[in-house]
């Protein structure tokens, strides 16, 4: 048996009921933090309330699928994630993997930052593109997929989520605006210029979290919290959505 396990979007507080109880059910127990942005000490707290050994996986454990997979053949495991465990393309693969190893498997899921991003602004999930994540520019990496994503996402209409990538360490807020305001000089699709519009989310889920909105100039001049960050380039604005994003314009 192998179940995957939401962790939520913070702490060990979020896990369900439902999860609470696989984990201590489980004989074996891994943990994966490179797609958990919350706080530090979940994983150590979860031992103190189940009473079980968690290892901690690396990424390249969890992309291989062996280690998992072959103690899955043989005992009860649970496999911890944070958010709500299907969200990732790698959690998918390992899924299909146990069932064509006719391995029984079992998903309990949990919040998501995507849903709770999107219902702490209170814009209109339907309202949303594609989603993207901004990655670190390093020597002969310099990529502006992530400002071509906006600009299609905006010229619909629509709403883009913008993930800040946590690859040496986790990209400040401030950092992306600025690394995006470069890409604007030479795109010039109207995406990403002083005067336009963005929701900057600092630590979701937790007691510190915040939610600025504003134009890029004024937020580069804020306090916007601390990382993990979530960037909202909105859309045409409904009404209501305006005058959501209002109540965070001075916060």
């Known amino acids: 048996m192998l179940t995957l396990v939401g962790l939520g979007i913070w702490d060990e507080k979020d896990i369900s009921v439902r999860g609470l109880e696989a984990l201590k059910e489980a004989e074996i127990v891994f943990a994966e933090r490179y797609t958990h942005f919350g706080s530090e000490k979940t994983i150590e707290n979860l031992e103190k309330i189940s009473g079980k050994k968690i290892t901690i996986l690396t990424r390249e454990d969890v992309e291989g699928e062996e280690k998992i997979l072959s103690e899955a053949k043989l005992h009860p495991v649970c496999l911890l994630v944070g958010g709500d465990p299907m969200i990732s393309t790698t959690h998918i693969s390992l899924l299909l993997s146990a069932r064509k190893r006719k391995i029984e498997t079992r998903i309990i899921h949990s919040s998501s930052i995507f849903t709770a991003a999107v219902g702490e602004t209170g814009l209109q999930i339907y309202k949303f593109g594609k989603t993207v994540t901004l990655?670190?520019?390093?020597?002969?990496?310099?990529?502006?997929?992530?400002?071509?994503?906006?600009?299609?996402?905006?010229?619909?209409?629509?709403?883009?989520?913008?993930?800040?990538?946590?690859?040496?360490?986790?990209?400040?807020?401030?950092?992306?605006?600025?690394?995006?305001?470069?890409?604007?000089?030479?795109?010039?699709?109207?995406?990403?210029?002083?005067?336009?519009?963005?929701?900057?989310?600092?630590?979701?889920?937790?007691?510190?979290?915040?939610?600025?909105?504003?134009?890029?100039?004024?937020?580069?001049e804020k306090d916007l919290g601390a990382p993990p960050f979530i960037l909202i380039f909105p859309g045409k604005l409904h009404f209501l959505e305006e005058e959501a994003l209002e109540m965070f314009r001075k916060s």
Do not use: C
């Open 135 to 220: 990655p670190f520019w390093r020597e002969n990496y310099k990529p502006t997929s992530t400002y071509d994503v906006i600009a299609e996402n905006k010229s619909r209409g629509l709403h883009t989520m913008v993930f800040l990538d946590i690859a040496e360490k986790m990209m400040d807020a401030k950092e992306a605006l600025e690394l995006l305001g470069g890409m604007e000089k030479t795109k010039k699709q109207k995406v990403a210029r002083a005067g336009d519009l963005v929701v900057v989310l600092s630590r979701i889920g937790s007691e510190s979290q915040r939610i600025n909105f504003g134009k890029i100039s004024e937020l580069l």
